[in-house]
């Protein structure tokens, strides 16, 4: 097997097809003197079995520049075998009509037989009618079997167009059957991380049309409703929409901790033995059963693919929340013998010493890993990770979008702007805690909001994660509503969405979007809408810089009022030319990503 290397950008990619000094270098003699086409009409055909002895023996370089074939060599085999010509065969999971392929060994000389298998799977390059090009080393002389000679053509072995063998493939409109385990730390109501989810099942789906596919999430529940696909949960206690744990505390604990409050040296001394004597044991013996539990679930697929955004990180929980389940879950997958693939994740913070040994050992461990930025993927080199890894856009660029038609860029007095918040530093809900921090920013989105209704901009308020930043809307909403700068109830809306559907509707009837989430930002470019951001995370000005949009991208750290009316008025005045690069680089990504779900689950997945 000769494996070209391949040189890509974002034209494309470019391959040296032959070359005779390389060749010589790796000991195959070999000089092409002609060069030849083929081309399979109809799925599952089987040209001549053939064979070549001296004076015309060739050696040949084969190439599929559409579809599959499978090129097969077969060395003397045992008429007497009952595998004779079967193995091959069989190994590609196909259905073979035996009564016919032994009539076809009748007669059949003992020596090396090659047979070509053609069209499994139309998937690349679909304006090349051609399924396979091949040079040779000398000009084509009619097959010859031992003993005669050039001249001898009755003696040749022919096969007729209409003596050809045609192969029923198994499930020959579904494609290969694989069983595949999707993990990703959803089913909190983050509508990005479900637009990932839905993103890959729909490419896996397309290019493996007879795959199953299963979710490995935080709610399984929540992802067999909103995607339709059996679910396993990837920890012990999971998640409930809105990132609570599903068993809630028991009352009488409650009572119990508020009672000992009053008495700190003894609630302390009490707390300390419960963790040692109790908690520690329990949670210990739990964790084995639920690894016995899941290693007997991952034993059965054959791939384990890692998707999302926000995955390598330690900021929710430190190092045995997402590090340690990554890696208990790539770790069974290895043990058990499934590929493991990391599609386009998104890392940081990782700041505690553990979190860095499990998320460095689940990418080593891994078949291929590729992250969805730069940025990710340097943080990922400095911790330790020295494996190979490409970076690729964000998965969700691949999510098929229902035809929206988008309304035109409007100018003011009917335009209508999506503020987009989150929930930065709100004690209730996020890793860092601080209310002043948080009071501060709704205030600034609700100054920057009067602005707009000053200048006749409607409001629509959303958000993409759909419990997680609910509070926070409702906050947003009091306080732009309230006060004597109060925005009229007429220009403010708020229709909360549940589905990915719904959000991609919502944001097609808007003309800009102000928004502080990564995926906020991915779904506003996938429609079309010039956006502005507000960076909480490097990821979001990563993106936004990538786009082209630096000059939209605010820190929420230190932003105010007048600094995003600044930006946003620039948006507005650049719309049309803001949207044309939005749509070339769409475009982009798309082809990116196109070429690597080809690259992956295309034609046959890589071992």
Known sequence: MIKPSFHEDERGRFFRAWCS??????????????????????????RAMHFQVEPALEAKLVRCTRGAVFDVALDRLSRRSRHCLLWPLWRL????????????????????????????????????????????????????????????????????????????????????????????????????????????????????????????????????????????????????????????????????????????????????????????????????????????????????VVSGGGQLLDSWGGPWRFPYTLFKWVALARCAGVKCYFLNVGAGPLTHRLSKWFVKRALFSAGYVSFRDAHSQALLQKVGFSGKSQVVADCVYALDVPGVVSPPVLSRGKAIVGLSPMAYCDPRVYYKKTQGVYENFIQTLANFGYWLSENDYRLALFSTDICFDAQTIEDLKTALTAGNGKVPPDKVRHSPVKTIDGLLALIASLDFIVTCRFHGVIFAHLLNKPV????????????????????????????????????????????????????????????????????????????
């Not at 000094?21 to 055909?45: C, D, L, M, W, Y």
């Not at 029923?168 to 989810?197: F, V």
């Open 21 to 46: 000094r390389e060749f010589e270098e790796h000991g195959i003699p070999f000089t092409p003197v002609q060069a030849n086409t083929g081309f399979s009409v109809r799925k599952g055909t089987i």
């Open 93 to 304: 999971g196909l259905h073979v009509d035996r009564r016919k392929l032994q009539e076809r060994r009748i007669g059949r000389p003992k020596s090396l037989i090659a047979g070509r298998e053609r069209g499994l799977d139309f998937v690349a390059l679909p304006f090349c009618k051609e399924c396979e090009r091949y040079v040779m080393s000398q000009v084509t002389i009619p097959p010859l079997r031992e003993g005669s000679s050039p001249g001898q053509e009755d003696q040749a072995i022919r096969v007729s167009q209409a003596d050809e063998v045609l192969l029923e493939p198994r499930n020959a409109t579904t494609g290969p059957s694989r069983k595949i385990a999707l993990l990703n730390h959803l089913g909190g109501g983050n509508l990005g991380d479900d637009a990932t989810l839905a993103a890959v099942m729909q490419n896996i789906k397309r290019r493996w049309p007879g795959s199953q596919m299963y979710g490995f999430t935080m709610n399984p529940a929540d992802t067999e409703g909103r995607h339709g696909i059996p679910s396993y949960p990837i920890r012990a206690q999971t998640w409930s929409l809105g990132n609570a744990a599903e068993t809630p505390e028991l009352s009488f604990k409650t009572k119990t901790k508020a009672g000992l409050q009053k008495y700190r040296s003894l609630f302390w001394l009490l707390k300390a033995i419960n963790a040692v004597a109790i908690r520690a044991p329990r949670t210990a013996w739990r964790e084995l059963r639920f690894l016995a539990k899941s290693y007997g679930t991952i034993r059965s697929f054959d791939f384990l």
């Open 532 to 607: 502005l951001a507000l960076s909480h995370h490097p990821k979001v000005t990563s993106l936004m810089n990538d786009l082209g949009l630096s000059r939209y991208c605010v820190d929420i750290h230190t932003c105010d009022a007048a600094s995003l009316a600044e930006a946003f008025r620039s948006l507005v005045q650049n719309g049309s030319e803001i949207k044309s690069r939005m749509n070339e680089k769409s475009a982009l990504y798309k082809g990116g990503l196109t070429l690597q779900f080809d690259d992956l689950f295309g034609k046959v997945a890589r071992s």
